[in-house]
């Protein structure tokens, strides 16, 4: 394989990011020429204070930071002039939807054949669906993939052809317990993929000792204010000790009940909690179900407490998001 053009690193300032952000600045992985960080927008005041931090360490290290975006995500999703884009956010069908089950019967020569269709109101759980996610793509690939472009020498003013045989090495923090969200599939002809954590056997604990003993400390989870795959331990920390970002949530939560001020309105309702109920009521304390039929609230009955704890503890990668099927690049 040739040597690359670059060697960048796509920083989410996280707990995997941040360990190799600090083993390139110390020198343990040499070769870095840049750093890259895709700003939402709306990433909580924590995240931005670690990419401050982080870019002390950089300029130390004589490594450039890269801070790129794409817009808002917050203000676009509300903003009716702006270009629709898919939130992965929780959904409800109105309570009259009606699904159609099939009716099998066994033929003469002793195989299922469907006869016929009985059709019946939807449970509440029938009724649960998830939104398409293109924020991801939109307001991380997208600026991430345009600033490589354009260290690699593409000309303005758009920036999309790369000079022929230039070509990116992307560092991406991926520990040895996410090997399921690796993708080694080409994304474009002016990139490719790199996992140093995978290489060097390191899990996420691994990283988190490393942080540690290099004196770094904590790092909080990189993903948006509202992102509808927090756990319920997210939500909970943000209502008990981060009180203006659960009030922005629990706003953006209302405004979005109807899917936004985008094209057409929902039929039935959007949430950010997978309870598809409203933020400010939905279960994110630890109660057991005994508890919720003690209060008599059926609502609940069919709800997972479990399944949402923690969400995605690593929060939001551009190359491995949770939420459905891989962006494009």
Not at 67 to 85: A, I, M, Y
Not at 253 to 272: E, M, N, S, Y
Request: hydrophobic share 30%; with cysteine; net charge neutral.
């Amino acid at each position: 394989m040739s040597t690359p053009t670059l060697r960048l690193l796509s920083l989410g300032a996280g707990v995997q990011s941040t360990t190799l952000a600090l083993m390139a600045c110390r020198g343990e992985l040499p070769g870095l020429d840049g750093a890259i960080f895709a700003d939402t927008g709306w990433e909580p005041p924590a995240v931005y204070a670690q990419v401050d931090r982080l870019e002390a360490e950089f300029s130390r290290a004589g490594i450039p930071l890269h801070r790129v975006g794409n817009g808002h995500l917050r203000k676009d999703s509300l903003d009716p002039d702006h270009r629709f884009v898919s939130i992965p956010y929780f959904t409800l069908a109105p309570e009259n939807t009606m699904v159609r089950d099939e009716i099998i019967e066994v033929d003469e020569n002793g195989q299922s054949v469907i006869v016929g269709y009985h059709e019946r109101l939807a449970t509440r759980r029938e009724r649960e669906g998830i939104g398409r996610r293109q924020c991801t793509s939109e307001y991380k690939i997208r600026p991430i993939n345009r600033a490589v472009r354009i260290l690699l020498g593409a000309r303005a003013p758009r920036y999309l052809r790369v000079p022929k045989g230039r070509v990116a090495e992307q560092w991406i923090g991926f520990s040895t317990d996410e090997i399921g969200r690796v993708n080694d599939r080409p994304e474009n002809r002016y990139s490719r993929k790199r996992y140093p954590l995978l290489e060097l056997g390191m899990s996420r604990k691994a990283c988190e000792r490393y942080l540690r003993r290099t004196g770094w400390g904590h790092t909080v989870k990189s993903s948006c204010i509202g992102c509808p795959h927090h756990g319920n331990a997210h939500w909970r920390d943000m209502r008990d000790n981060h009180p203006t970002e659960w009030a922005d949530a629990v706003a953006f939560d209302h405004a979005i009940r109807k899917g936004g001020d985008h094209g057409t309105p929902l039929t039935g309702q959007a949430f950010l909690h997978r309870s598809c109920l409203p933020l400010d009521i939905a279960p994110i304390d630890r109660v057991t179900r005994g508890e919720w039929k003690d209060r008599q609230l059926d609502l609940f009955d069919d709800y997972d407490y479990d399944l949402d704890e923690d969400g995605d503890t690593d929060g939001c990668s551009p190359y491995g998001c949770t939420s459905g099927a891989p962006a494009a690049a």
